[in-house]
T-cell receptor, first 110, second 119 residues
Framework: LAKTTQPISMDSYEGQEVNITCSHN???????ITWYQQFPSQGPRFIIQ???TKVTNEVASLFIPADRKSSTLSLPRVSLSDTAVYYC???????????FGAGTTVTVRA | ETGVTQSPTHLIKTRGQQVTLRCSSQ?????VSWYQQALGQGPQFIFQ???????GRGNFPPRFSGLQFPNYSSELNVNALELDDSALYLC??????????????????FGPGTRLTVL
């Protein structure tokens, strides 16, 4: 499984855009990149998934460069409720398990 | 559509005891995975059940065991509890084959977890 590296923590203010970059230098050809969000005392929640270029949904955008060795999760105009831990995962459909690292704790302040 | 539910919410046990945690998967899902999350860390995969059979296992000792029932609900059993077993235990359900295409990792839907404290 490709190892992922992401910042331990990030601070932001309401209304700002938050960008979290994840490094995955050993990503394999069949691997997808998936991001999960976790609030305290809750289970993780799927945010977005992509393979290459850019993916956007109602919650976030995911930017993946051509070499796919990194990816950036972009949260537009964050609010206090976006304070959570964000996990970057890499794997293919034959990876029956999700491999979580320590994640990035994003704190949004008023 | 009913989401993933887990019971109990909290549990306190003493070292050496046994515990059973329960999970009801999301409606229509046939696969259940269990994760252990220690404080300040990401969830760690314990094992997965698909159609009542263990489909894969993480780096956990045999005293961690599980079951999946015909209705796809699941149990996690832990024997001979140790202090380090104190953690949030998460259950996640998914539908094998939902991925819809090669290389697309299945989305897993997590329950709220059971907080286990071992004294």
């Amino acid at each position: 499984l490709a190892k992922t590296t992401q910042p331990i923590s990030m601070d932001s203010y309401e209304g700002q855009e938050v960008n979290i970059t994840c490094s995955h230098n050993n990503i394999a050809t069949n691997d997808y990149i998936t991001w999960y969000q976790q609030f305290p005392s809750q289970g993780p929640r799927f945010i977005i998934q992509g393979y290459k270029t850019k993916v956007t949904n109602e919650v976030a955008s995911l930017f993946i460069p051509a070499d796919r060795k990194s990816s950036t999760l972009s949260l537009p105009r964050v609010s206090l409720s976006d304070t959570a831990v964000y996990y970057c995962l890499v794997g293919d459909m034959y990876d029956y398990k999700l491999s979580f690292g320590a994640g990035t704790t994003v704190t949004v302040r008023a | 559509e009913t989401g993933v539910t887990q019971s109990p919410t909290h549990l306190i046990k003493t070292r050496g005891q046994q515990v059973t945690l329960r999970c009801s998967s999301q409606s229509g899902h046939n696969t259940v995975s269990w994760y252990q999350q220690a404080l300040g860390q990401g969830p760690q995969f314990i094992f997965q059940y698909y159609r009542e059979e263990e489909n894969g296992r993480g780096n956990f000792p045999p005293r961690f065991s599980g079951l999946q029932f015909p209705n796809y609900s699941s149990e996690l059993n832990v024997n001979a509890l140790e202090l380090d077993d104190s953690a949030l235990y998460l259950c996640a359900s998914s539908l094998a084959g939902l991925a819809g295409g090669p290389g697309r990792q299945e989305e897993q839907f997590f329950g709220p977890g059971t907080r286990l404290t071992v004294l």
